[in-house]
């Protein structure tokens, strides 16, 4: 954990705490009217608007016009939420304050003891990114002496744009001679923000941690958010699969099993150099792929199982942890084994991404299952399912892929995350385990490398009927 003066910080974005004494007073702005009283309100730059909200919230702006306050067009339970929508002007700080203060006096923000507090919250909009920031007040008689102000965000873009309600937690600790505080969430300067584009949030929850808690929590938010108790790895039991293929990577340290992949593509591609050292096993049960810099030049790799086994419909499983730096993606995919472009999807081939995972702002936490065909040129055509789950980039998952004769069905963690009809490919896939650098991940120079996808086994599941079209 990153230590900062007075504030320690931390957080993630998984599951609620139980048995918290809610601080925040009235935590849904429930009693806020979207009228004259509380109105959506043009606030210009340097405005102290404290007294136009619900109680217990607050905000504060820097620069800029901003509409803001209490509405009813979203709410994740009762009839309101607290928003925020950016109208006009150099944006330089703004903040929605779960606290009833200004961002200036601290007179009205939440009172402070030394220790450890939990927040949770729920979030929506367009805002391409807001961050999580923490105001303190001192011990004193001024009541506008605020620290915290500058503090670094420790975590980027932990509130990311979503269609739905996203559920956000974490915890933070005050030291000692605060007198009270308040969390910020914070738009900053943000590329691709446009005039109308808001944020709702609503359910807050501020809560002290006692010392004898704290350790089981901290386990919790930084370990990445479990598999739901009821997921059982594998398809259905009752869908008639056999498991006809797995490799679970419980060799000893070096490459993996030949009998079962091969090097990819070695050499130049994108911006990076495939080698096979990238993809070796670690000994302990993983694959792992690594992203590195050696002699000025970026490194990566995979394997692939062309002319090794192939297979036509089925249960396609892998358990991995992902890949935490920009610049590079990490990927569960099949390929046609005798693939041919230029004919129908159908006899020619699909790419199927069974997985894709990009860890910059704009798609971390977010599954990406997307199919190809007609090539990589004029004629290249796509599908793509993303889902948004926080914790994803945190700790193992599982992502899965059944592909019948009806289409394709995604899921992560036990969960459905996108289905696509179409065009089923009727050919023999064989598949592939890889990471690549490229700019549709963002700048690998801005990566703290070596960062690495480690994967703990592929498994597939065939029906009896599609076993004997499946090359051996």
């Known amino acids: 954990m990153r230590t900062i003066p007075a504030v320690f910080f931390c957080l993630a974005l998984i599951c609620h705490a ?3 004494v809610n601080m925040m007073e009235n935590p849904g702005a429930e009693d806020g009217t979207p009228s ?25 702006n820097g620069a800029g016009v901003m509409v803001c306050g209490a509405t009813s067009k979203e709410a994740h339970t009762g009839k309101n939420s ?8 150099v944006l330089t700080n703004s903040d929605i304050l779960l606290a009833r203060t200004d961002g200036y ?3 009205n923000a939440m009172p402070a003891m030394e220790g450890s507090y939990y927040f949770s919250f729920y979030a929506k909009g367009n805002i391409p990114t807001c961050s999580l920031r923490v105001f303190t007040w001192k011990n004193s008689t001024n009541t506008k002496e605020r620290g915290g102000f500058l503090t670094p965000i420790l975590i980027p873009s932990v ?9 956000y937690e974490g915890f933070f600790r005050i030291g000692p001679g605060i007198r009270s505080f308040a969390i910020g969430v914070h738009l900053g300067p943000t590329p691709g923000l446009m005039n109308g584009h808001a944020l709702y949030v609503d359910d807050v929850v501020v809560a002290p941690v006692s010392d004898a808690e704290l350790p089981a929590l901290r386990a919790r938010l930084t370990v990445g958010m479990p598999l739901p108790k009821n997921v059982v790895p594998g398809p259905p039991a009752n869908a008639g699969y056999r498991l006809v293929f797995s490799d679970e990577f419980n060799g000893p340290a070096g490459p993996p099993d030949p009998a079962h992949w091969t090097p990819w593509a070695l050499g130049p591609r994108r911006d990076a150099v495939n080698v096979t050292d990238a993809a070796q096993l670690d000994g302990k049960g993983n694959l792992v792929i690594t992203t590195e810099l050696k002699d000025g030049k970026f490194t990566t790799g995979g394997v692939t199982g062309i002319d090794k086994r192939s297979f036509t419909r089925g249960y396609f499983e892998i358990r991995c942890r992902v890949q935490t730096q920009v610049g590079h993606w990490s990927a569960f995919w099949l390929q046609a084994q005798k693939g041919d472009w230029s004919i129908a999807p159908e006899k020619g081939g699909v790419e199927l991404d069974v997985m894709e995972y990009i860890a910059s702002p704009k798609y971390e936490n977010t599954a990406m299952h997307t199919i190809h065909w007609g090539g990589y040129g004029d004629k290249h055509q796509q599908v793509n399912r993303q889902k948004k789950l926080f914790g994803l980039g945190k700790g193992y998952h599982l992502f899965a892929m059944e ?3 009806n289409g394709y069905v995604f899921y992560t963690d036990g969960m459905e995350t996108g289905r696509i009809d179409g065009p089923v490919s009727e050919v023999p ?22 960062d690495s996808f480690m994967i703990d086994y592929i498994r597939v599941w065939q029906k009896p009927e599609d076993i004997a079209g499946s090359p051996q």
């Open 36 to 60: 004259a009283s509380y109105p959506y309100k043009n606030l210009n730059a340097g405005s102290v608007c404290a007294d136009l909200f619900p109680d217990g919230w607050g905000f504060y």
């Open 429 to 450: 896939q064989y598949l592939l385990l890889t990471m690549e650098v490229g700019t549709w991940a963002e700048k690998i120079q801005e990566a703290v490398l070596p």
């Open 18 to 20: 139980s048995g918290t």
């Open 105 to 107: 006096d601290g007179s």
């Open 159 to 167: 509130v990311a744009a979503s269609a739905e309600w996203a559920y």
């Open 403 to 405: 592909w019948t004769r």
């Open 82 to 89: 607290f928003f925020m929508e950016w109208k006009e002007g």
